[in-house]
């Protein structure tokens, strides 16, 4: 008995699983955790991610351990501090284009951490899961203040 081909054919198999959960066809550009006071329940993270493909890829949702909940969410009114109108709403998805990014700030869109567990630390990282329409990125985000 020859067991050779069983053990190629199986190594095949588990670089075609680690293909498809691992390659959502998106890249970290930059992206950081917002530092906050002592006492904070909320931060929220920004991130610049890159669509490598030539289809548009939906970023759906984000976990970390840091918070309870973690909401994907768009500023609206930006620009219009006066009317006291700031104001912000959770969205389902957020779209990177094909071939294009995602960019995210304070005064844009954003990933809020409701919830937290404990206060994110000025020069620590942490781990953020991002789940998109194509798979999944863990990725280790250094926190700092906004600018
Ligand atoms: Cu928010």
Redesign the pocket.
């Known amino acids: 008995m020859n067991l050779r081909p069983l053990a190629v054919s199986l190594a095949f198999a588990g670089i075609a699983l680690a293909a498809t959960t691992g390659a959502p066809s998106v890249r970290l550009a930059t992206g950081f955790v917002a530092a906050v006071p002592p006492g904070s329940t909320?931060s929220?993270a920004y991130v610049t991610l890159k669509n490598t493909s030539n289809q548009a890829v939906r970023l759906t949702a984000v976990k970390t351990t840091l918070a309870g909940h973690a909401?994907l969410?768009q500023?609206t009114h930006p620009g219009h501090e006066a009317d006291g109108m700031i104001g912000?709403r959770k969205v389902a998805a957020l779209v990177i284009p094909a071939k294009g990014q995602l960019v995210m700030k304070p005064d844009g869109n954003?990933v809020?951490l409701m919830d937290l567990k404990r206060v994110p630390k000025e020069g620590e990282r942490v781990n953020v899961t991002f789940t998109f329409s194509t798979g999944t990125l863990i990725v280790s985000l250094p926190v700092r203040r906004p600018v």
Do not use: F
Request: proline share 0%.
């Open positions: 909320t929220a909401l969410m500023t912000m954003h809020m």
